[in-house]
Nanobody
Framework: VQLQASGGGLVQAGGSLRLSCAAS????????MGWFRQAPGNEREFVSA????????NYADSVKGRFTISRDNAKNTVYLQMNSLEPGDTAIYYC?????????????????WGQGTQVTVSS
């Protein structure tokens, strides 16, 4: 079982990036999936989550209106479209598979984690 996150990089403030997280080894069509991030010196924090069906989503207040989560169960992949990026968004972004079917916001509800992808936003 493996989660491979990609799409990170260096972008100027106001720019956009699209993160992808592909799962291999098994399918996660019945599980919620989420994105978290961790900046140096900070704890890992919730960014966004999506239910198994894609019908329910949750966002951290800091990214509402700028980030959009989606998933393609046929491809076993979850995406995070990030627009209007700010220097405060700089962090390593991790994708994760929830233990249940919902768009959970707590790290404790996630059992499988990817390796992370670096996002750096310059001012």
């Amino acid at each position: 079982v493996q989660l491979q996150a990609s799409g990170g990089g260096l972008v100027q403030a106001g720019g956009s990036l699209r993160l992808s997280c592909a799962a291999s080894g098994r399918t996660y069509g019945n599980n919620g999936m989420g994105w978290f991030r961790q900046a140096p010196g900070n704890e890992r924090e919730f960014v966004s989550a999506i239910s198994w069906s894609g019908r329910n989503t949750n966002y951290a207040d800091s990214v509402k209106g700028r980030f959009t989560i989606s998933r393609d169960n046929a491809k076993n992949t979850v995406y995070l479209q990030m627009n209007s990026l700010e220097p405060g968004d700089t962090a390593i972004y991790y994708c994760a598979v929830a233990r249940g079917a919902y768009a959970s916001v707590s790290t404790a509800q996630y059992g499988v984690w990817g390796q992370g992808t670096q996002v750096t936003v310059s001012s």
